[in-house]
């Protein structure tokens, strides 16, 4: 059993994410930081998805999409990465998208994988082929949330 931990700098778990990460702001990442990556991790993967957004979208809304993370990384703010992959956000547009709730405070969840492969996936690769592709090979998972006003 891992002690895999996904924490930011920016918010405590539960907590509000602070205006600059969202879309219509500075529209960057916030820093994250991960510890307990389990032995035989070849990569982890992050997804971070506001599920909130099913009753106005009409689909849990996808806000980041990355694998390929290198199992000893630590995610900047404003990170754009070049040792790792970025699949299409809901916004239609590879990498961060941040949180926009468009009817009232929202709960947005960073899920971060560690994974005992690496993958082989496109640019418009969302959440849920992430999701699919990742079946199986799952070492350990934890999550980080945090909530934004609309």
Same mark, same amino acid.
């Given at each position: 059993?891992?002690?895999?931990?996904?924490t930011?700098?920016?918010?405590?778990? @539960?907590?509000? /994410?602070?205006?600059?990460? &969202?879309? %219509?702001?500075?529209n960057?990442?916030p820093?994250?930081? /991960?510890?307990g990556v389990?032995d035989g991790t070849e990569?982890?993967?992050?997804?971070?998805?506001?599920?909130?957004?099913i009753e106005p979208?009409?689909k849990v809304w996808?806000h980041?999409?990355v694998?390929? /993370?290198? $199992?000893?990384?630590? /995610?900047p703010?404003?990170?754009?990465?070049?040792d790792a992959?970025? @699949?299409?956000?809901?916004? &239609?547009?590879p990498g961060y998208? &941040?949180?926009? $709730?468009?009817?009232?405070?929202? +709960?947005y969840e960073?899920?971060?994988?560690?994974l005992? +492969? %690496?993958l082989?996936?496109?640019?418009? %690769?969302d959440?849920?082929?992430?999701?699919?592709?990742i079946? @199986?090979h799952?070492?350990a998972?934890t999550?980080?949330? @945090?909530?934004y006003?609309?």
């Open positions: 059993m891992s002690d895999l931990t996904l930011s700098t920016a918010f405590d778990d @539960g907590e509000r /994410i602070p205006d600059q990460y &969202g879309y %219509t702001e500075a960057v990442n820093p994250l930081s /991960i510890d389990p990569s982890l993967a992050l997804v971070v998805e506001d599920p909130d957004a979208a009409g996808d980041w999409v694998w390929n /993370i290198p $199992p000893d990384q630590r /995610i703010e404003d990170w754009h990465p070049d992959d970025e @699949g299409t956000n809901d916004y &239609g547009s998208g &941040g949180p926009n $709730p468009p009817d009232r405070d929202h +709960t960073f899920t971060l994988y560690a005992d +492969t %690496t082989e996936l496109g640019a418009e %690769t959440a849920d082929a992430l999701e699919s592709a079946e @199986g799952v070492l998972e999550q980080l949330t @945090g909530t006003p609309a």
